[in-house]
């Protein structure tokens, strides 16, 4: 997982998709930020995420942006993405690898130490901590915090993905304290006051 600095984000789509989604998936990749896509979709069925699934990877790999499945190791071995994405209650890390072999798995570690330790001694290709802020896209469980960050940053090289209502107003200051890539979802797709397109211009 190389870094680049000005493909900082982790985009994380919206929880229903409709047809203008496509279009506006486009011009949000076309500002050439986004490393990663996540599709994160908890209510559709198997045979719904696998067709929304395949038209969205073909625009990721337009755009070398890296595709990944949330939580369905299973669909993202069908739809052959780049890898995955684990929730602590989701498949354990090593049955995952079984099935998808040397793909990108990402961890969801909250602020727990003790979880980041475990996901980076099962070689977790990424960790996810938050949440930063408050979010409009998940009820806030867990906090993390800059300190928390700092710490994690001296503990190990494994790529950190900061989450939880990120937006144009709070970015930078987790840039600045050296996490690797942002995820954002809420700020860009459920934005009130301005398109997906005129959200990603905002985040420099």
Not at 35 to 64: A, D, H, T, V, Y
Not at 185 to 204: D, H, Q, R, V
Request: hydrophobic share 40%; net charge positive; with cysteine.
């Amino acid at each position: 997982m190389k870094y680049n600095k000005k493909k900082f984000i982790y985009l994380i789509s919206p929880s229903k998709i409709n047809n203008v989604f496509y279009n506006d998936l486009l011009e949000v990749l076309r500002s050439k930020k986004i490393s990663f896509f996540q599709l994160r979709l908890k209510k559709e069925s198997f045979k719904k995420k696998f067709i929304i699934g395949k038209k969205i990877k073909k625009i990721c790999s337009k755009f070398n942006v890296k595709f990944l499945i949330n939580d369905d190791v299973m669909l993202a071995k069908k739809l052959n993405a780049h890898g995955c994405h684990l929730g602590q209650k989701d498949m354990n890390i090593l049955e995952a690898r079984k099935i998808i072999g040397n793909k990108i798995i990402g961890i969801t570690c909250h602020n727990s130490i003790k979880l980041i330790k475990k996901a980076v001694e099962n070689n977790a290709n990424y960790i996810a901590i938050g949440a930063f802020n408050t979010s409009k896209t998940k009820k806030v469980k867990y906090k993390a915090t800059i300190n928390l960050l700092k710490k994690v940053k001296k503990m190990t090289k494994t790529p950190i993905v900061a989450i939880g209502g990120i937006n144009s107003k709070n970015y930078k200051k987790l840039l600045l304290n050296k996490t690797n890539f942002l995820a954002i979802s809420g700020y860009i797709w459920n934005n009130k006051k301005i398109k997906p397109i005129e959200a990603i211009k905002n985040i420099k």
